[in-house]
């Protein structure tokens, strides 16, 4: 044989590989089932939504991401 038959059939069987992994990786389409008893409306939360703050920009992102830092590295 030849590289290149050597190759072609090394990648498609490599592929072919993947494509399994990635099939048997995903969930089945009818693993959770609805129960036709239970509502199909989602219950309200809890507690109301809180609005976004109004610091909600680059200077507020960059203060949020420095405290995170600083916590982590403690």
Known sequence: M???VTFRRTTFGLLA???M???LSLPA???DPEDPAEPT???APATPV???PDDCNAAGLATTISSVTAS???
């Open 2 to 4: 030849n590289r290149a």
């Open 17 to 19: 590989a993947g494509a």
């Open 21 to 23: 992994c990635a099939m």
């Open 29 to 31: 389409a009818g693993a």
């Open 41 to 43: 409306t989602p219950a």
């Open 50 to 52: 809180a609005s976004a």
């Open 72 to 74: 982590l590295s403690t």
